[in-house]
């Protein structure tokens, strides 16, 4: 063989292995990530210790969230529209998974408002929407082991007192501001998504079931 040949062979050589890697880095290159209403951690947050109260009056520590999916909820249960038509719209999504036979979704309700929403307010409440649903609260606390739980998943809400002319200030009344998301926790027991909901034009927010399902089934085919 003579020199130029070799060296055209070499060249060949080296041009089909660098096309068999590119090819092969092509093959194995990670998946995009869904594009989902809200936001999906690149790295699922880990939740600091925290202890709760189930409806049950069963404590609920980062334990009670390992082994399957959990999509939670927050607010308080004297709420006139935003918190039960949330509930409302995951009982569609509950259901919907279910004829799929997905059974590993767990939903949560958290209370903002501890103080009137007891065990048995909870107990009364959320499982009027659907018997699997969970609610959540706390007791008072010098503690306040309730706080990681917030923090770390980082749910927004406000006491506000209530100054008028007809409220006595003894009585402690108060209004309850909080926002309006959706927390994915995996079944390693750390966030893994935020879904954020429609806005309407009187700026109402609801979640449409079909987009929470669309996204927690990209969430999970993504990530295996």
Known sequence: MSPRTRMLAGFLTANIAIVAVAALILLNRPEQPPQ?????????RELPPFSLL???D?????????GRWHLLSYGFTTCPDICPTTLAQLTTVSRELQEQGLTDLEVLFYS???RRDTV???????????PSFVGLTHLDDADNPHLPFEQGLGIVAQ??????PDVDPADNEYEVNHGVTLFLINPEGALQAIFQPDRGPLGTHTFNPDTVLRDYLAIRGYLG
């Not at 989902?36 to 699922?44: D, F, N, T």
């Not at 069963?58 to 390992?66: P, S, V, Y």
């Open 54 to 56: 189930d409806h049950h």
């Open 112 to 114: 903002v408002d501890h």
């Open 159 to 164: 006491l506000v007192p209530i100054i008028a």
């Open 36 to 44: 989902i209403q809200g936001v999906l951690l690149p790295q699922a």
């Open 58 to 66: 069963q404590a609920f520590t980062n334990a009670n969230l390992k």
């Open 120 to 130: 048995a307010q909870m107990a009364s409440y959320v499982p009027f929407f659907d």
